[in-house]
């Protein structure tokens, strides 16, 4: 990918909010954007544009999701416009205020500001009642008394017409009565529906009068139990999106079948009416982003919740420790198109990388350690060494380390048996310890079952800062902590939840990785991090980037690896 653009990714400012930003485009434009110009061209809408992100809350969002907020909220800055925030609760046996809750939450953390436009379906259910009364009247919608699967059974396949429902030629006075004492709760749940009255032949099966209301004595998180009728999604959208003057309606590509419908509504209720465009909606490798699948990967217990940080939801990804930034860039470069497709997950560590690259402070973890005693350092003697904080950010300066006669480095950088090309410690071999010394390796120590337990080593004092005089070779450097002053800590490594590329392909639950969590209970930290809180993310010396998880305390700190310092998805492990 060219470095314009990725240069033109959106700015932030110090409030994490994305900002329009007039001399740099948001995004490098896309075919929704065209459509926009022309519309802007020709005067359609009076030149404003205004959009909506209309999320059902009946889950947590997903990096999906996120794609369609960039381009919601994106598109309404670019154009200096305006997004509203709509919940699409039509479906109260679904959803929950929870899910409301952590959705306001998840588009503000992503970086967007709805201002005061937080909308609900639900709100304006009075409106699509009347709307529902309006079609009756002219004769474009009836009561019908088919049972679900009678309607199904009634509707046709994709190469047979439907059948008219034996209802359909109700009177309008009959139609208006029967409806009213729906609401009114005189009938049963599932006995009747009111549908629209369209064209039953029609090669489009969603123009096959389609049920608008249905009967269901549910509760809903908003309203209660005011009603016992709920209009049905493809009736409710439309309309909701003219009552809030939405100019363009985006949404993803299953919903192009249904636009005969939503502009049918519309123009039989002669009503303002938006313009529905569809995109394609993102894919991943390795990821399941149905809200239903996710869901039983929640209820389940496959994850420890919605927020799991092996799971592709917003507040997933961010206890992961990504950055609102990476996301999206990501969502950037991925671009709008009109096609699916599936956008490989390396592109989102990418994205994550290079952003955390220049944000991340340095640090340094021995997440497996393995006792190194130096046994010509003095006893008691502690030095502090300079280390930078970050080499992408010199301004920011040092952080002190502390060194001492008792470290600890990783396990698996020692060898008893090195292969050919080991620069790491082994018998007799000499390594740096990065912002420190020399060490080489003298003795090592095993336990009765002939696991190395220590290591003695010796420094040189003329390498002080990690380099001598006489320029000799030593082309392995460690990382290391001081055992008196390292902080103990769990360190939780992730793998792919899913082994496949596509885990839609058969059951999805076969797919799942079984060691996708690997939980290190005596991981050692350098003494600066325990300033650190949640959230605070970090890189550690080889090792990759960590951010430390909400299930912290004060004396045990738990960091997540949020992603290695490489590309873990090409060629395995
Ligand atoms: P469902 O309808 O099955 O509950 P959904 O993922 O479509 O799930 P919605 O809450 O309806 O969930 O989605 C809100 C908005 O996000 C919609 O406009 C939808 O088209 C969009 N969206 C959902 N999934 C994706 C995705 N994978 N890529 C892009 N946009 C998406
Ligand atoms: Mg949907």
């Known amino acids: 990918m060219d470095k314009s653009e990725i240069t033109t990714a959106n700015k932030t400012d110090d409030a994490g909010l994305v900002q329009a930003n007039s001399s740099e485009k948001q995004g490098q434009g896309n075919f929704i954007h065209d459509i926009i110009d022309q519309d802007m061209a020709s005067g359609k809408y009076g030149g404003r544009v205004h ?12 990096i999906g999701h996120a794609k369609s907020i960039c381009l919601n909220f994106g598109t309404a800055l670019k154009y200096g416009g305006k997004c509203n925030l709509r919940f699409d609760d039509t479906n109260p046996t679904k959803e929950d205020v929870e899910y409301v809750e952590s959705i306001k939450e998840d588009v503000r953390w992503l970086g967007f500001d709805w201002e005061d436009r937080e909308f609900y379906a639900s709100d304006y259910y009075e409106q699509l009642y009347e709307c529902a009364i ?4 002219k004769g474009k919608a009836y009561v019908c008394d088919l049972s679900a699967e009678e309607i199904r059974e009634y509707r046709g396949t994709l190469t047979e017409p439907g059948r008219p429902s ?26 009747r529906t009111l549908r629209a009255k369209i064209d039953m032949a029609s090669p489009n099966i969603n123009m096959r009068d389609p049920v608008i209301y249905r009967i269901s004595r549910a509760h809903h998180h908003r309203t209660g139990d005011k009603w016992c009728i709920y209009p049905m999604y493809d009736f409710a ?4 999106d003219s009552i809030e003057r939405i100019t363009h309606s985006i949404c993803t590509l299953e919903f192009e079948d249904h636009r005969p419908l939503y502009d049918w509504f519309l123009d039989e209720l002669g009503a303002y ?26 209820k389940n217990g496959y994850v420890s919740g919605w927020d799991d940080p092996r799971m592709p939801t917003i507040s997933g990804l961010r206890r992961r420790g990504y950055t609102p930034e990476a996301i999206r860039n990501f969502c ?16 989102l560590e990418h994205c994550l990388r290079e952003d955390l690259n220049l944000r991340a402070p340095r640090a340094m973890a021995v997440l497996r350690p393995l006792k190194v005693v130096i046994d010509n350092y003095p006893e008691g003697q502690v030095e502090w060494f300079d280390a930078e904080i970050n080499p992408e950010k010199p301004e920011l300066g040092t952080r002190k380390i502390p060194f001492a006669k008792v470290i600890y480095v990783e396990q698996d950088d020692y060898s008893e048996d090195p292969p050919k090309g080991w620069f790491r410690l082994a018998p007799g071999k000499e390594v740096r310890l990065k912002y420190a010394y020399y060490i080489t390796c003298r003795e090592v120590v095993k336990n009765d079952a002939g696991q190395v337990v220590e290591l003695h080593c010796t420094y040189d004092p003329a390498s002080r800062g990690g380099w001598t005089e006489d320029g000799r070779k030593v082309r392995g450097t460690l990382h290391w902590v001081s055992a008196a002053h390292a902080i103990p800590a769990e360190v939780r490594l992730y793998d792919k939840l899913f082994t496949v590329e596509n885990p839609d392909e058969g059951d999805f639950r076969a797919n799942l990785n079984p060691d996708s969590l690997q939980i290190l209970p005596d991981a050692l930290l350098e003494p600066g991090l325990k300033e650190a809180k949640p959230g605070d993310c970090f890189q550690f010396l080889r090792q990759g980037y960590f951010c430390m998880d909400p299930d912290s305390t004060p004396d045990r700190p738990v960091f997540n690896r949020t992603v290695g310092l490489k590309d873990s998805f090409k060629g395995g492990k």
């Open 51 to 62: 959009t909506r992100f209309p999320p059902e809350p009946n889950g947590y969002l997903h």
């Open 134 to 137: 309006k079609l009756i009247e």
């Open 166 to 191: 034996p209802y359909r030629n109700r009177s309008v006075e009959e139609n208006l009565d029967l409806f009213r004492r729906m609401r009114a709760g005189e009938f049963p749940d599932g006995s």
């Open 237 to 240: 959208h439309p309309i909701s």
């Open 273 to 298: 009416h938006p313009q529905q465009i569809e995109f394609a909606r993102l894919n991943l490798t390795y990821t399941v982003m149905s809200k239903r699948k996710l869901l039983e990967l929640v």
């Open 332 to 347: 950037e470069r991925i671009g709008v198109a009109k096609a699916n497709s599936t956008v490989d997950i390396a592109l």
